[in-house]
């Protein structure tokens, strides 16, 4: 058995404090409430609670492998554990620990992974891996059985292409809508973060492969990520909602190890947090493996591996050392020998890396190269993206498509490829199959399929902010083909080798850490910019405006920028090494062509997510439509339905500056669907965008994430109805960037490297619920083609006493489907504290067949009847009454009562 058995007897000590008096009564009923004189029933731990877990999953319970850890420690010298505890820079790996030859002690071979692995060895199956569904796409399944495949999937090919460690799950709350990696996590509430994430810790784990849960903690934001960012968060916020996915993470999944994050908490840096590392997560949480830091995310030697961190990975610099820092290198051994540093803590360390080496497998089973099952695979990935793509809107019965379509629209700039997350999680697929190729294929030789871009190709610079570049409908290079000339300089001033000279559709570039090789999830349809694309740049070639009138020129940009009309200096910007927009304000007449250049230094910015920075935009007069949109509007109105797809630039390292669709995307929409009003848009997106400006004409939109490198067939089937649509949303869509929980400049993105978490506990649905915030699509949402009717609302106790909720559901349309139940609670009963007028307590799929009754049970969360007691360090179950909403969506509510909770100390 685990020597910590805490977080298991303390959350199964809830669930009798819970279920002692627990019962649900009809809306409107009464009920008398128990005497209490405290008015709760505290929660406190009890060893008989500890249940029973099968041990081919909890390695840490394994006492033979724990043995023969302790039995290799004791042969280890104090260099040799040192050197466990440091990875070292490789090439070939995401993360990486040579091995110890002399005691058989196998390299740590990890690969970053969140949406399948990313293969940095260029001699392992050409880089390519099956691209899976972005997590967020996962979570929007609200599948704990199809998040076990997942993880099995993702170990599986982690295994076969020479790791052993998988750096996945991600359950960073979604906590703002801008954040640039939200699609490599879980959504934005614990309960069903932490439980996908466990399922998939399970299904990576079933093979000789370490899973590893991160970016812990509180890391919402990629804004000054690497500068010091504080997440200013008290007790009860960090615990019930930062803290609650890793504690479900750790108690139902065991992951083998956990990544510590880049930013502070609460002013100390999360790779050197006593609180969070030791305290939280070792200690309350009874996490037994290791922690590694995130990469450049050591920050001390002492203060780190006595504040809980484990192993230190690559990537450090100081402005003492520069770059290549190696924080438990040299510097932790001669901590150990001045006796700073107890060899005890040393020997903590690298047992909690030995352990879930051993009782995973890693030391009797090293991972061989070996083929793919990439057919079966794809059809797995396919699976996923139907199951998670989520119908926001389906008026006039838009969707499924009817046989009798005999012509489809497809619009987009990347409506003929797969569009995916940038950064460390992208992955290079064995194939794709784009939303064009899958309805080409679905709607067969009898259906007439046109595509038009619409709009110029999106790229990182879309995250730079400011206006939209200027189209290259406007722009013509010397040559007379659109866009501009683009000559990249090796120096500045213009100087050097010419390292790039071509012809480029807008000008704009954001070269930093988007554009790493393998990192960088731009159009294909825009020339690849690299980090050495920086030092000068020069775009030439003529401006044609399409209306008389005046135009406002923009240069937004960190550096030194000139543009000239007609020779003319018309704006200049010399913005070193602050972000910010410069206008000038130009008269153009109709059809005349003026000579353009612009001119870009970039002033020498350093640093891992550093780069160039520039990008030329314009606000053209009222009414001015591009003729790219036109065209999409032409080739629409000539189409029985037009399909338009739309993508955002999601991505490690740079936060999106808005919600809207970036290069004119908000416009085209308007402009199709008022030529055809059987217009769908498929929102290609890592997480929230902002429809409401364009969607009151769009009959029907689909949600589908970036779906992997399927995404295009399970998009057909959707459109054609051979799958009925099930997904929900994991995350809320708010109005617009202005009207979320996380609005003010102080809660995102600071004041300062200061992030204020005013908001507390009100993070996602609980905070517009909380505040009054109207959502365009709330938390838990999605449509079918099929309806639902929900009777009958009951409780009764499960064999070890939890509350469950029972629930009658009936299909009463004429197709299958697949219903997520969901269970909410409202306003806990006690004066004692605030809580949330809505949290999620559970929830339960269900597929039917029409006409098809079920009865559902949905377990309850003790945790979601509970509040954490800042003054006791506990979860705490007031005793009295509490809502119950059930329906399918957090708004959506089909049947209330009320359930009872508390009744005695444990």
Known sequence: MRTDIRTRSLRLSIVAAVSVAAMVVPAGGAVAAPDDPDGEAAVTESLQDVKSLPSQWWWDESGPDTRRARALLRQMTLDEKVDMLHGEQNNFYGFYNGPIERLGIPALTMADGPAGVRIANPGVNDQEATQLPAPIALAATWDTALAEQYGQVAGDEAFRTGHNVLLSPAVDIARVAQAGRAFEALG?????????????????????????????????????????????????????????????????????SAMCAFNKVNGVFACESDELLNRILKEQLGFEGWVMSDYGA??????????????????????????????????????????????????????????????????????VISALPEAEHGAFARQVAERAMVLLKNEASALPLSGSVGSIAVIGADADTVVAGGGSSLVKPTYTVSPLDGIRARAGAGVLVRHVAGADPVTSASLIGGPDPIPSDYLTDGAGAPGLRAEYFSEPEFAGTVLADRTEPYAAINAGFFVFPGFNSQSPHFPTQTRDMGPSIRWTGALTAPVDGTYELAVTTIGRADVYLDDALVLSADQDGVLATVTAAVPLTAGVAHDLRVEYNNPGVTGTDAGAVFQLGWTPPDGVVAPQAQAAADLARSSQAAVVVVRDYSTEGGDKPDLDLPNGQAELIREVAAANPRTVVVLATGGAVQTSDWEGGVPAIIHSWFGGQEQGNALAGILFGDVNPSGRLPITLPVDEDSTPVSTPEQYSGIGLDQQFTEGIYVGYRGYEEFGIAPQYPFGHGLSYTTYDYRNLRTAPAANGALQVRVAVRNTGAVAGTETVQVYVGNLPTRQVQSAPKVLAGWATVTLQPGERRQVTVALSPESVSYWDVDRDRWRTPRGDIPVFVGSSSADVRLTGTVRVGGGRR
């Open 298 to 367: 050591t920050h001390s030697t002492v203060q780190a591996i006595l504040g809980g961190l484990d192993q230190e990975m690559p990537g450090n610099t100081t402005p003492q050392t520069g770059p290549g820092t190696c924080f438990f290198c040299g510097p932790l051994l001669d901590a150990v020998r001045a006796g700073q540093v107890p060899v005890s803590r040393i020997d903590d360390a690298v047992l909690r890396i030995l352990r879930p080496m051993f009782a995973l497998g890693l030391f009797d089973n090293p991972p």
């Open 188 to 256: 934005e509430d614990p309960l069903l973060s932490g439980t996908i994430a466990a399922a998939e810790i399970r299904g990576i784990q079933s093979h000789p492969v370490v899973a590893d849960i991160k970016h812990y903690n509180v890391y919402t934001q990629e804004v000054n990520r690497l500068s010091g960012g504080n997440a200013v968060v008290d007790e009860r916020a960090l615990q019930e909602i930062y803290t609650r996915p890793y504690a479900i993470g750790v108690e139902e999944g065991r992951p083998g």
